[in-house]
């Protein structure tokens, strides 16, 4: 069983949804995805990503190079442009 939590953007609030497959997750996530940011209910636990992989992927995208979704580029996060005037590369 895959328990997700939808939030609809524009009337903030919020509503749980219950899946039998990982199909019918992916399904409501991407038939909503313009209206609803969807996330799994942590305090259940969540669900096994190794069992949904596919859901995982869909919830949780990567960059090509493995890390989050919110990747910058080469050094994968972004950095201010003051940190780049004095040569800093993400605060270091």
């Known amino acids: 069983m895959i ?6 953007c524009d009337q903030r609030r919020s509503y749980r949804v ?15 995805s313009s209206t609803h940011v969807v996330t799994e209910i942590e305090e259940d636990g969540g669900f096994d990503y190794d069992a949904y992989p596919k859901l995982c992927d869909l919830l949780y995208p990567t960059c090509e190079h493995g890390m989050t979704g919110a990747c ?3 050094q994968h996060y972004y950095f201010d442009e003051e940190e780049q005037a004095r040569g800093m ?4």
Not at 18 to 32: H, K, L, S, Y
Not at 89 to 92: M, S
């Open 18 to 32: 219950t899946f039998a497959t990982e199909a019918q997750a992916i399904q409501f996530v991407q038939a909503r």
């Open 72 to 74: 910058y580029g080469s």
């Open 3 to 8: 328990q997700l939590e939808a939030h609809i």
């Open 89 to 92: 590369l993400n605060g270091y």
